[in-house]
């Protein structure tokens, strides 16, 4: 069995982390999802996730369940602690990360691979508004949150163009040898 892979998306609200990342799943079959716990409603749409209260988020906290857990946007996240298994397994995992947890995010997994979605802060507000699953207050505080720099060794991908071309470039990054037989 290979090793497995954990690639971590990161980029500012609104780049399309989710949506790149499903579509990177569907284009290539050895990916899959990382399926994050938050302390936000199922019903807000958006990516698959399990809602969970703030009580039982910092009693699973407290038990170990989560491998990384971070706090952004007055909310909690959580990366459960079964992607140990499953990159023991020989799983390529990608994970929607916040960049503020990176830090921790490498110590704990050394081979952690990270893609850093970019776009300008005019595609991120139409993308946001045309989003709707914060109010406009929730709008201006993801624009206003100050962005990190991007962190060291990560692979840069723009993703104000078409989805397809960031996919492209995202595998052929990923798996320089395959994505360059299928585009030959
Ligand atoms: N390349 C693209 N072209 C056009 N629209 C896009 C593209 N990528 C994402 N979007 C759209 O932008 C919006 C935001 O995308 P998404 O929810 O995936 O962002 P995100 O980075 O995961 O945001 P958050 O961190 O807030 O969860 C969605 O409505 C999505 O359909
Ligand atoms: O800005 P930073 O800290 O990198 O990211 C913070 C958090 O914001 C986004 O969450 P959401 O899915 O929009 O709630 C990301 O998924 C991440 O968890």
Redesign the pocket.
């Known amino acids: 069995m290979s090793a497995g892979r954990l690639i971590a998306v990161v ?10 990342m499903e579509a990177l799943c569907r284009a290539e079959p050895r990916l899959s999802l990382v399926r994050r716990m938050i302390t936000r409603p199922e019903e807000a749409g ?2 698959r996730f399990n809602g969970i209260d703030e009580e039982t988020f910092r009693m699973m906290e407290r038990a170990g369940e989560f491998a990384l857990s971070w706090g952004a946007h007055g909310l909690f996240y959580g990366v459960p602690r079964m992607i140990e298994a499953d990159l023991a397994r020989g799983a390529h995992l990608l994970v ?1 990360l916040s960049r503020g947890v990176l830090g921790e995010a490498r110590s704990r997994f050394p081979d952690l691979e990270i893609l850093t ?1 970019t776009a300008s802060r005019a595609v991120l507000e139409e ?2 508004i ?2 709707g ?1 914060e109010s406009w207050a929730g709008v201006a505080s ?1 624009l206003d949150r100050p962005q990190p720099i991007p962190p060291e060794g990560a692979v840069l991908i723009d ?5 397809d071309k ?1 996919v492209r470039m995202a595998l052929e990054q990923l798996y320089p040898v395959s994505s360059t037989r299928l585009s030959s």
């Open positions: 980029g500012p609200s609104g780049v399309g982390k989710d949506t790149v958006g990516e929607n979605l993308r946001l045309a989003r699953r993801r993703n104000s163009g078409p989805l960031t």
